[in-house]
Nanobody, 128 residues
């Protein structure tokens, strides 16, 4: 298991905000991109945000577009997920993730970033 533990989760009221963080240096490869996965109760892992090292472009799943922002710090050692306008359907376990060097059709992906590696997640619960 890689040392890429997501932090910052917790309980928040609907409409509120949280910021998650993760040490991306804990991901073994991450040759193309990094980002975030989440797993809703009874659902598969879904890719919600990606950031490409090569061109700094970011991509988002439609369900979070305009509300969530993925970024790296200046040293490019810590990745963040700023989550605003949270909804009850955002309640999930969130994971820091990266690619394994090449696309794979079975990996969760957003914006073409195939997440084949992720660390320990953090729980986000949004209450009304």
């Amino acid at each position: 298991q890689p040392q890429a533990k997501a932090s910052g989760g917790g309980s928040v009221q609907a409409g509120g905000s949280l910021r998650l963080s993760c040490p991306v240096t804990g991901l073994r490869y991450s040759l193309m991109c990094v980002g975030w996965l989440r797993q809703l109760p009874g659902k598969k892992h879904e890719a919600i945000a990606s950031l490409y090292f090569g061109n700094s472009s970011t991509f988002y799943h439609d369900s979070v577009k305009g509300r969530f922002t993925v970024s790296l710090d200046n040293a490019k050692t810590t990745m963040y997920l700023q989550m605003n306008s949270l909804k009850s359907e955002d309640s999930a376990k969130y994971y820091c993730a990266g690619d394994l060097g090449r696309p794979h059709p079975t990996y969760p992906a957003v914006g073409g970033c195939p997440f084949g590696e992720w660390g320990q997640g953090t729980q986000v619960t949004v209450v009304s």
